[in-house]
C-alpha cells in the first residue's frame, strides 16, 4: 500500500513562494507519473502539474506554466512543487497524487489511485 504525505504548504503574501513536498512510502510504490493537484472551496479538484517518474517528462496547466516547477527525488521517493509568484487565485489544498499508467498530459483525477492528505496554501493579497 502506498502513502503520500504533502507538507509545506502555509499562509505567503502575494508575490512569494513556496515549497511543497510529498514524501512516498510503501513497497508498492513504482508510480508511472505522479501529480499535483489542487481544490479551491467550491471547485472540482484541477491538476497543476505531472511529471512522469522514470525519464522527469513534465507537464503543466496553463495556470501553473512559468512560475511552478515539479520535480522529484527518485531516491528519496520525493515528489517537490517550487511556486513561486503566487498569486490570490493559488489558494487551494494542494494534494499529490500517484498513478501506475496515467499519460502526463492532462491526466484525469481519476487516473490516479493514491493521494494524500493535502496541504493548505493560503496565498494573501
Known amino acids: 500500500q502506498v502513502q503520500l504525505v504533502e507538507s509545506g504548504g502555509g499562509l505567503v503574501q502575494a508575490g512569494g513562494s513556496l515549497r511543497l513536498s510529498c514524501a512516498a512510502s510503501?513497497?508498492?510504490?513504482?508510480?508511472?507519473?505522479m501529480g499535483w493537484f489542487r481544490q479551491a472551496p467550491g471547485n472540482e479538484r484541477e491538476l497543476v502539474a505531472a511529471i512522469r517518474w522514470t525519464d522527469t517528462m513534465t507537464y503543466y496547466a496553463d495556470s501553473a506554466t512559468g512560475r511552478f516547477t515539479i520535480s522529484r527525488d527518485i531516491a528519496n521517493k520525493t515528489l517537490y512543487l517550487r511556486m513561486i509568484g503566487l498569486k490570490p487565485e493559488d489558494t487551494a489544498v494542494y494534494y499529490c497524487?500517484?498513478?501506475?499508467?496515467?499519460?502526463?498530459?492532462?491526466?484525469?483525477?481519476?487516473?490516479?489511485?493514491?493521494w494524500g492528505q493535502g496541504t493548505q496554501v493560503t496565498v494573501s493579497s
Open positions: 497524487a500517484a498513478s501506475g499508467y496515467a499519460s502526463i498530459y492532462r491526466p484525469s483525477p481519476s487516473a490516479f489511485s493514491s
Open positions: 510503501g513497497h508498492t510504490f513504482k508510480p508511472y507519473t
